[in-house]
């Protein structure tokens, strides 16, 4: 069984440990050099004031993915959209990371009153596009030769879901001002 729980800084060597071959190995993200320890402390405490970062780990404790969100745009108007990222350990796909990750994070989500969500995915990653779609995402955009890594170009694919209702949205709340906080599931 795996829980969700809110990131800290003394989660990064891990993470980076998962998100490392997805660097250095895949087109999944176009960063060129894996961040440092430092750097990905860096991220997630920046991360956390305005957003949630969640992570799921085994009943052992071992951390296996994470997600989390973050500004869509720095105009005033993208305040109830954001854009996704997950990642979940090679070794542990199947387990239902993904799933859980996006159930927590959405939950959290709809707690700030963001009312959009939007994944950037690369075209020949399929498995995620088939992912996000099956968690209730529709392709709405598509970008040609939009990222260049490994010599290559890679088209993008852009996936939105629908999460709050658009006529009546409630005032972005910053994560770190949400009234309580994240509670660990068990899920």
Not at 22 to 38: A, G, M, N
Not at 85 to 90: H, L, P
Request: proline residues 4%.
């Amino acid at each position: 069984m795996l829980r969700t729980r809110l990131a800290t800084t003394a989660d990064a060597q891990r993470l980076l440990e998962i998100y490392a071959p997805y660097v250095l190995d895949t087109s999944i993200t176009f960063e060129y050099e894996v961040p440092t320890v430092s750097e990905f402390e860096n991220r997630i405490a920046t991360t956390l004031k305005d957003y949630p970062y969640i992570v799921a780990e085994t009943e052992e404790g071992t951390v296996v993915g994470y997600a989390y969100a973050h500004r869509m745009r720095e105009r005033k108007a993208y305040d109830w959209t954001v854009e996704e990222s997950i990642y979940v350990d090679q070794k542990a796909r199947g387990l239902g990371a993904g799933k859980k990750l996006y159930a927590a994070l959405e939950k959290e989500l709809a707690r700030q009153n963001v009312v959009n969500l939007a994944v950037c995915v690369t075209e020949k990653n399929q498995n995620s596009i088939e992912f996000h779609e099956h968690l209730g995402y529709e392709q709405t955009g598509r970008f040609i030769d939009f990222g260049y890594k490994f010599g290559e170009w890679y088209d993008v694919v852009w996936l939105q879901k629908r999460l709050g209702d658009p006529e009546h949205p409630g005032a972005f709340i910053p994560y770190s001002k949400l009234p309580e906080n994240y509670i660990q599931e068990a899920m």
